[in-house]
């Protein structure tokens, strides 16, 4: 194969895998706008609340961080691949690997927090649990929406059972559970938060269960787009390396045999 053909093979393979580059750092970036501006979704209520408030903002920071500057390293990559600047190429070969480190750490640092973020979760879900209903925290009602929400959706109550809002204290009565708890709901136009609990009309399991399902999903996401980033990555970089060596070889021919 000639080097001019082998150079344009090599800049189509470039131009597709650093799209797909492109993308996932958008995809990314797009997901730390997403937590960090709608406080209506659960990941946001279950990790900004009580000691771990500043949690979401930190995590969100560093996805926009890392997406924005993949995304600012795959333009430099089409204007390395397009323009066939040497220098450029260096440069996005050296983003490439930093990139690449990032993304193994960000997979070890996952496994081994992952137990961690699950305390933190049932901690912030114990804590709904407890100032649910009170009227000195007008501000947090959105966030018994959410846990009202996560009950109906998964017909459960509590997090272990509905024993646990035994320790709730803004009830009227001892008697009394969230209305999202009961099978059959009194019908009525005026928001309640707590009914009177009825035999056999109680959800009887916790969502600890479905929570966790929950999260062992968003988590093989989350390990699934870095695991694209990161195989994107390799052939980014042995495609990269490639193409230099080929420019430069092709650089060296024109400048001394005029090729």
Request: hydrophobic share 45%; charged share 20%; glycine share 8%.
């Amino acid at each position: 194969m000639r080097r001019k053909d082998k150079i344009l093979f090599l800049k189509h393979f470039l131009c597709i895998f650093n799209g797909t580059f492109l993308i996932l750092g958008l995809l990314v970036a797009g997901f730390g706008i997403w937590l960090l501006l709608d406080r209506g979704n659960l990941v946001n209520v279950l990790f900004s609340t009580g000691k771990h408030s500043c949690l979401i903002a930190k995590i969100s920071r560093v996805l926009i961080g890392t997406g924005s500057a993949i995304v600012l390293a795959a333009f430099l990559g089409y204007l390395a691949i397009l323009r066939e600047i040497k220098c450029f190429v260096i440069l996005y070969v050296v983003f490439v690997i930093l990139a690449c480190g990032l993304q193994i750490g960000l997979s070890g640092l996952i496994f081994i927090k992952k137990e961690e973020v699950k305390h933190i979760m049932y901690d912030s879900f114990d804590s709904m649990i407890t100032d649910y209903g009170s009227k000195d925290l007008p501000q947090d009602r959105f966030k018994w929406d959410i846990l009202n929400m996560v009950q109906n959706t998964f017909t459960c109550c509590g997090r272990s059972g509905s024993k646990d809002w035994q320790k709730n204290k803004n009830k009227e009565n001892a008697n009394q559970i969230p209305c999202s708890c009961m099978k059959l709901r009194e019908n009525t136009t005026e928001r309640k938060w707590f009914c009177d609990a009825l035999k056999n009309a109680t959800h009887t399991k916790g969502c600890e269960e479905d929570i966790n399902i929950w999260f062992e999903y968003n988590t093989l996401t989350l390990i699934g787009i870095n695991f694209g980033l990161l195989t994107s990555e390799i052939f980014l970089l042995v495609l990269s390396l490639s193409f230099f060596r080929n420019i430069k070889n092709k650089i060296y021919a024109e400048k001394n045999y005029g090729m």
